[in-house]
Every structure is written in structure tokens, then in C-alpha cells.
T-cell receptor
Framework: AQSVTQLGSHVSVSEGALVLLRCNYS??????LFWYVQYPNQGLQLLLK??????LVKGINGFEAEFKKSETSFHLTKPSAHMSDAAEYFC??????????????FGKGTKLTVNP | NAGVTQTPKFRVLKTGQSMTLLCAQD?????MYWYRQDPGMGLRLIHY???????AKGEVPDGYNVSRLKKQNFLLGLESAAPSQTSVYFC????????????FGDGTRLSIL
């Protein structure tokens, strides 16, 4: 069964520092992978996704993630944190029971704090 | 450009009461989903639908029922609310194709006293 593990439920960085949020997955088939961001009292917004092709995926707000099949990882990075990046981030893997990828399995989330 | 709209945004119920949460999407999506979000638990799938008139159980379906009578609407019902159902509920929808992202509503905060 597919699953997602996000290492670190809380990550704290200084403004301008590198952001690295870790995600490992398990999947018996080539996965579709997603990162979502959730700001307080809001729903989830798609940051980026990996389906096929280039393993380095660029998303919104300067975030990117690299799919590494050998490490079963899809870590999220941003070179320089901004105060507005403070939010909770969720990694998800797409799974299907009807021949497609109609469901998502989410990690438990990582809350990012950005210190001035 | 509404996307996914959830009604109501907040609700307080007493144990044993019933209620229905409404989700509406205007993107002509085939798939729709109901999740609950609890602290430290991420999002857990309650029920989902792969098309009008179809529903299926997710990870935590007990105590909930759903209906998808119209393609654009997905209803989540609580027949007899329990304090353990206090949570934030999210609806999402997506296109019927591999690798398509889900689009989320802003959530319904439900408290059961």
C-alpha cells in the first residue's frame, strides 16, 4: 500500500535561510507526487506536482522538489525563506483502485516557522 | 471563479444531532472527496466519488454518509453526531485523469458538544 512519511512535524528557519522539508513515499507503482501548502484557516493549495518527465519540479512561490526514485524521496526546497512562507506543508502520493490515480494519501504535515 | 465551495463554514452541534455539509464545484470535475483534518493526523479520506451517482468509502467512513446526486455537488451527512467527529472537514475535486491535482475548499469547522 502506498504511504507518505514527512520527517519533522515542525521545522523552524530564519528568514533568508534554506528551506528543506522532507518527504519519503512508498509505492508499488510509479508514483504521482504532490506538495500542498495550507495557510491558517484556509484550504490546501497545490505547490507543485511530479507526474512524469523531468525529476526536478518547479512550483509556485519559488519552491521546487526533486523526485529521487532510488531514495523514494520527494523533498521540498526553497533557497531563501520569506516570512510569508510560514504555513503547513503536506506531501501526498496518488493511488488508484479503479485503474487510475483517483485518490491521494497524505503525509501528516510539516509546520514551517520562519523567524525574523 | 468560485472553484470548490463548502457550506457552512462553521457549525456547533450537540451530541446526537444530525447535519449535512454541502460541497459544490464549478470546474466540471468527475472526482470529489471528503476529508477530515485533525491536529497531527494530516488529512484522512472519509468518502469519495468517481462520478455522479457513485460513492465509495475512504479511510475513516464510519459515522458518515454521502450522496452525489448531481455532478457538481457532494454532500456529507452526520446522522448522529459524536464528539469524536469534532474536526475540520475539507471537500476536494479533481479531473478524471491520472496525476491530476485535487482542488480544495476552505473547510468547515465543526464542533460537537
Amino acid at each position: 500500500a502506498q504511504s507518505v512519511t514527512q520527517l519533522g512535524s515542525h521545522v523552524s528557519v530564519s528568514e533568508g535561510a534554506l528551506v528543506l522539508l522532507r518527504c519519503n513515499y512508498s509505492s508499488s507503482v510509479p508514483p504521482y507526487l504532490f506538495w500542498y501548502v495550507q495557510y491558517p484557516n484556509q484550504g490546501l493549495q497545490l505547490l507543485l506536482k511530479y507526474t512524469t518527465g523531468a525529476t526536478l519540479v518547479k512550483g509556485i512561490n519559488g519552491f521546487e522538489a526533486e523526485f529521487k526514485k532510488s531514495e523514494t524521496s520527494f523533498h521540498l526546497t526553497k533557497p531563501s525563506a520569506h516570512m510569508s512562507d510560514a504555513a503547513e506543508y503536506f506531501c501526498a502520493v496518488s493511488v488508484g483502485t479503479q485503474g487510475g490515480s483517483e485518490k491521494l494519501v497524505f503525509g501528516k504535515g510539516t509546520k514551517l516557522t520562519v523567524n525574523p | 471563479n468560485a472553484g470548490v465551495t463548502q457550506t457552512p463554514k462553521f457549525r456547533v452541534l450537540k451530541t446526537g444531532q444530525s447535519m449535512t455539509l454541502l460541497c459544490a464545484q464549478d470546474m466540471n470535475h468527475e472526482y470529489m472527496y471528503w476529508y477530515r483534518q485533525d491536529p497531527g493526523m494530516g488529512l484522512r479520506l472519509i468518502h469519495y466519488s468517481v462520478g455522479e451517482g457513485t460513492t465509495a468509502k475512504g479511510e475513516v467512513p464510519d459515522g458518515y454518509n454521502v450522496s452525489r446526486l448531481k455532478k457538481q455537488n457532494f454532500l456529507l451527512g452526520l446522522e448522529s453526531a459524536a464528539p469524536s467527529q469534532t474536526s475540520v472537514y475539507f471537500c476536494a475535486s479533481s479531473y478524471r485523469a491520472d496525476g491530476q491535482p485535487q482542488h480544495f475548499g476552505d473547510g468547515t469547522r465543526l464542533s460537537i458538544l
